[in-house]
């Protein structure tokens, strides 16, 4: 084996911004697979676009909370720093992720992100972000739905069989009402965040249609990007990392060698989100 690695300049260089204290720990035993990933994720994705560092490292901490891909969390939350979140956004991506992952999946993350953040000094808890009670949680939940989705979803909760009409109760208290309505992160960045979470889960055909229309009604009512908008960007800044997931939109997806496009600006961004989180849930990615 080759003792010369020959990693880019560009790769080098946006290698030595995020982690300069170190690159990923596989750098000393994997020197040949280190060379192909650091010029792929570090050259040609991140240099592909024009995605900010927040909104891509948003994008990848996400996708590695829904693909249970805690070691590679914990390497990646002081670059995400370095590229500027506050341990506050980082906290919002792990506790949002709850909602979408289940407890069970999440609690390793919580506390590697609180292991992490104690080494570097940060006190905890940090600052309260919740800006609801147990007793106004479920009206701005609903709320919350409303102007992600529209008026239709005003009396959601009151709506379908009696036997299951409890469900949406939840998702609209704990789900929204919970989560939705913290600080730290934007409805923006939260539709964002939810789309990579199920994507990075192996599928966005069931429970991912709610996010990405959600995004396509908030588009044009409140500034938040529909579905052709920042998500698919943010799946592009993941390719490097998780299991390659069934993300269908429309008639096509992954699976079938296509996604949906439409020929314009907003179609290329979903292309370019697509491939970001094929990055981070692809074990055969690419």
């Excluded at 996400?62 to 995400?80: I, K, R, W």
């Excluded at 106004?136 to 992600?148: L, S």
């Excluded at 529209?150 to 009409?165: A, I, L, Q």
């Excluded at 299991?243 to 992954?254: I, L, M």
Aim: hydrophobic letters at 35%.
């Amino acid at each position: 084996m080759s003792e010369t690695v020959n990693i880019s300049e560009k790769a080098q260089a946006t290698a030595q911004r995020l982690f300069p204290e170190g690159g990923l720990s596989l750098g000393a035993t994997d020197p040949e697979f280190i060379e192909r990933h650091a010029n792929f994720a570090f050259d040609e994705v991140m240099n592909h676009g024009d995605m900010d560092d927040r909104t891509r490292f948003l994008a990848i901490l996400a996708t590695l909370v829904g693909c249970q891909g805690v070691d590679l969390f914990e390497e990646m939350v002081p670059a995400a720093m370095n590229a500027g979140l506050t341990p506050v956004e980082i906290k919002e991506v792990v506790y949002q992720a709850v909602a979408y992952c289940g407890i069970g999946r999440v609690y390793p993350f919580i506390k590697a992100a609180n292991a992490l953040f104690a080494d570097k000094g940060i006190d905890l808890p940090l600052p309260p972000q919740a800006t609801t009670t147990v007793e106004t949680r479920m009206e701005a939940g609903i709320q919350a739905q409303v102007d992600i989705f529209g008026e239709g979803m005003r009396h959601f909760t009151e709506s379908g069989p009696e036997e299951t009409r409890h469900i949406n109760g939840w998702l609209a208290d704990n789900c929204f009402g919970d989560y939705y309505t913290r600080k730290g992160l934007d409805l923006k960045q939260r539709e964002m965040i939810t789309f990579c979470f199920l994507a990075a889960q192996g599928g966005l055909r069931a429970p991912a249609h709610s996010p990405r229309r959600g995004q396509h009604e908030c588009g044009q009512r409140r500034g938040i990007p529909h579905r052709r908008g920042v998500p698919v960007p943010a799946l592009h800044r993941l390719s490097p990392e998780p299991q390659r997931p069934a993300v269908r939109a429309g008639s096509g997806g992954p699976a079938e060698g296509r996604i949906e496009v439409a020929g314009n600006q907003e179609s290329e961004q979903r292309r370019r989100c697509f491939f970001c989180c094929l990055f981070f849930i692809c074990p055969a990615s690419f």
